[in-house]
Nanobody, 119 residues
């Protein structure tokens, strides 16, 4: 059973940066496609970015392009989300997820970490 644990969230001001981490255990991390999602207060979950096992990252949301970067360290079984120039609308619970294929549903989810951006 794969377990994912996010960390790095917090309260920051607009324009600040944060780096979220997601540590995986219990599986073969280097073979998983990893994704970051977020759920703003009162809204549905949205897909932020995805990275394949080789480390090629593709931000999905137009709202984060140019500001967020996804990366991974297979030796540490960890995926990161570097968030720069944060905006109040980035306030959300951020979760990481893993899937064994490069398409379809994500099989494993973390519990999420809160990011709050004040104006």
């Amino acid at each position: 059973q794969v377990q994912l644990v996010e960390s790095g969230g917090g309260l920051v001001q607009a324009g600040d940066s944060l780096r979220l981490s997601c540590a995986a255990s219990g599986g073969t991390f280097s073979t998983y496609h990893m994704g970051w999602f977020r759920q703003p207060p009162g809204k549905g979950r949205e897909f932020v970015a995805v990275i394949n096992p080789s480390g090629d990252g593709t931000p999905f949301s137009e709202s984060v392009k140019g500001r967020f970067t996804i990366s991974r360290d297979n030796a540490k079984s960890t995926v990161y989300l570097q968030m720069n120039n944060l905006k109040p609308e980035d306030t959300a619970v951020y979760s990481c997820a893993a899937r064994v294929r490069d398409y379809g549903l994500f099989n494993y989810w973390g519990q999420g970490t809160q990011v709050t951006v004040s104006s």
